[in-house]
Every structure is written in C-alpha cells, then in structure tokens.
C-alpha cells in the first residue's frame, strides 16, 4: 500500500484511480485550485489587515500631531506684574468704576500705557515685552473686581508675551529663555492651566483668546437647524412614504432630494446670501441666517435618512394597527415612527456633525467677521468654530498654531459627543421597542 501523504483526504499523485471524474474534489487538479483559492483568501485578509493598520497608524499619526500641540493651547503663562497704583495715579473715579461704562472708563485713563510702564520699572528696560499686549485687561478685570487697589501697591499675574511664553516651554530664544531663568529665580513667573480659553472670544493677542465665543455660535446656529430641518424632513419623509402617490410627481421629488443631497454645500451658501440677506434683509453674520442656511443643507440628508428608516418597519406593523382599527395617522404616528425612530434620530445626528464642521456655507454669508464677545442673541454677529479655526490658522503669530489646535481638538470632541449621542438615542429606542 501507497505511504505517500494525503491533501485533504486524497493520496497524492500515482494513488488516486484513473476512473475519476475531472471536476471530483479529490482530484490533483482539483486540489490545485483549492490551494489557490485558500492562497488568495489569505492574501485578501493580509491587504485587509494591512489596510486597516495603516488606516489605524494614519489616525493615531493625526490625534498624536493635534495632542501633541493642542494640549499647550490649554496652557498659558504668566508673570506675577507688582503695580503702584498710588504712584500712577490713574484719572479715574470710583464711581465711573461702578457702571458699564468701566471698561471705556479705565481704557480713557491710559491703564494699558500704566501697565507697559509698570513692566519696566518692576522688570528692568524692556520689560514691557515680557507681558502680552492684553495684560492690561487681567489689570482692569482686577479694578473692577476691587476698585480699592487703586490706593495700593498690588501683584497681579497677567499674561505672559509669546516669546516668554514659547520659552517657559523650552521652545524659545536664548534670550527669552535667560529672561524665565531669571523670572523664575525669583518666581514671578507660572504655568498652568488657561481656563480664560473656555471663557473668551476671539482677539488679536494669543494669549487672550477663547473658544467661548466660536462655540456658542456654533449651538445657537445648530439649535436653529435642529428646530427647522427636523420637523420638516421628518415629515416630509412620513408624507412621501406613507400619503404620497406614486406618480412621475413624486418621483421628480425624490430624484431631486437625492441630487440636494449631493449638491456642494458652498451652493447652499450662496442660496442664503441671495434670499435671505439679499431678499429677506436678514442680519448679517447672525446664527439665524446660519442656521437656515446649514437646515437647508442637511434637510435632504433627513429626509433620506428619515425614508429608510419609515421603508424598513415591516408592512405587518401597519395591516395589524389598520385591523385593529387605528387611523392611518395612529398608524403612522402611534406604531411606524416609533420603530423607525431610531434611525431617525441617527440620521439626524449625523446630519447635524455635517453642519457643525461646514465652513464654506458659512463664509458666504459673513460669518467669518473679527467678533471680540459671544453673541447675546440669534440675531447678534456671531462665528462657529470651523470658521474660527480657520481664522486663526491664517494667523502668522506662533501662538495661533498652538491655540488653532486646541480648537480643532474641542471640534472633535463636540463631534464625538454628538455621535455618542446617536448611539446612545438609537440603543436606548431600539431596547424600549
């Protein structure tokens, strides 16, 4: 009897019997071609593998690259400044200090000119650069906290300058780095945590600037698409799928949805700078208009989303309710919208993340404007943050490269928080069927 090895089950060449059919498993040919198909299966899940891994470095690559810069846009540093109000003199009195008009107030009596003179009389000739251009702001935020310092001499920490600030990280010149030895010497100088970037707006000083302002605009425009491209593209969806007649109407209809769908959203842009500033005279840069603008754009996405979703409940769901006697509004709104609710909703949500990272959309009608405080109003100027962080990129002071990361990474955040939420919408409706 033959000793040679066996594939598969089969003796190998000069064992097998000459009466076997060509397409028998068995076969040496046959056992060829089933090599090659387990070699090629391999190979696909080698490029898969390899595709994914590459795919999962280039992502890392990019958080790393964010993180790695974005985290010192959460840092600033500041120098402990000591001012002799008494000596300066400000021309200002308590009582202007108690009404809005603080702020114009202390900017008349020459704060910020006081301030640059107090730097170099506390740090040497030239010590007005180791301090921000908006250091007087920490100083005038400290007037009006207690106006009684203007008696006495004070230590208040403000901002450092970009140079000082570079160097206290190691990134600086020789000479700003012999300025924070010093300064650290006799610690009047700090790191830490820059909580005013949570609380500011834009402005021309690194160091001063906030995401508060960006980002408010960016849910107050967000909140007035949400409140109009939802209700009327789930409804729409409802009455094409459930009421609507099949006719070469309401087929025009859902081929020009579908084209909407996939129109650049610039387009839409120039739509609301034409209709809505143009004819309607809406505020310029207001989060009204942006709002509108973004509903137009992401209501083709719903009503797709919002169709599939009503497509996929199964026809027994409604005959059952229909035999029972319900309505076809309790149909619809009692048994369909429940269970497609949660595709809805992810529909929805992802439709919405489209819209918090559009630019293009939003430059068309003014939002790219230099605005200094958060809008009070939906129909104050206002900017959102792709728009800001493009703003800042443009920016040729290093600290923007720093503070645009920091940006970018509060961006993806919102954006994370925002398809967790899907998840969570469409578990917690999918458990509660």
Not at 107 to 118: F, I, K, P, R, T
Not at 226 to 242: D, I, R, T
Not at 353 to 372: H, Q
């Amino acid at each position: 009897m033959s000793s040679a090895p066996l594939i598969a089950g089969v003796p190998a060449r000069g064992a097998e019997p000459a009466d076997r059919a060509p397409t028998d498993w068995r076969t040496q040919p046959m056992q060829r071609r089933i090599r090659r198909r387990y070699a090629a299966e391999r190979r696909f899940r080698i490029a898969g593998l390899v595709a994914v891994v590459l795919s999962g470095a280039f992502l890392a690559f990019l958080l790393a690259t964010m993180l790695s810069s974005g985290l010192r846009g959460f840092q600033r540093t500041e120098v402990t400044l000591s001012i002799d109000f008494a000596e300066i003199s400000l021309p200002v009195r308590p009582a202007q200090l108690a009404g809005p008009g603080a702020d114009l107030a202390l900017a008349g009596a020459g704060l910020q000119n006081a301030v640059s003179g107090a730097a170099d009389t506390a740090f040497g000739e030239g010590g007005a650069d180791y301090i921000a251009p908006s250091a007087w702001l920490a100083v005038r935020d400290a007037i009006k906290a207690d106006p009684s310092i203007l008696r006495t001499r004070v230590a208040i920490p403000v901002p450092a300058s970009t140079g000082i600030d570079l160097a206290a990280r190691g990134e600086g010149k020789p000479a700003d780095e012999a300025v924070v030895a010093r300064l650290e010497g006799t610690r009047l100088i700090s790191t830490g945590f820059a909580a005013d970037f949570f609380t500011g707006a834009d402005a021309t000083d690194p160091g001063a600037v906030g995401i508060w302002g960006a980002l408010k605009g960016s849910l107050m425009t967000l909140a007035v698409t949400l409140a109009l491209a939802f209700p009327v593209g789930v409804l729409s969806a409802v009455y094409l799928e459930e009421y609507a007649p099949r006719n070469r109407w309401t087929d025009g209809i859902e081929v020009s949805i579908n084209n909407l769908a996939a129109v650049p959203s610039i387009i839409f842009g120039l739509l609301g700078l034409a209709v809505f500033l143009g004819t309607f005279g809406l505020p310029r840069s207001a989060p009204i208009v942006g709002g509108m603008t973004l509903a137009l754009m992401i209501m083709p996405v719903i009503v797709i989303a919002s169709r599939n979703a009503i497509r996929a409940v199964p026809p027994s769901i409604r005959d059952a309710a229909l035999g029972i006697g319900a309505s076809r509004i309790q149909v619809v709104f009692h048994h369909v919208l429940p269970i497609a609710l949660p595709g809805i909703l992810t529909g929805t949500i992802i439709g919405m993340a489209r819209a918090l990272g559009e630019t293009a959309p939003l430059l068309m009608i003014g939002m790219r404007a230099f605005i200094a405080a958060p809008p009070g109003g939906f129909t104050d100027p206002a900017t959102v943050l792709p728009v800001q962080i493009f703003l800042w990129s443009d920016e040729v002071g290093r600290g923007f490269v720093e503070k645009t990361s920091a940006a970018i990474l509060v961006l993806l955040a919102v954006l994370l928080a925002m398809n967790a939420l899907a998840i969570i919408l469409r578990n917690r409706y999918e458990t509660h069927r």
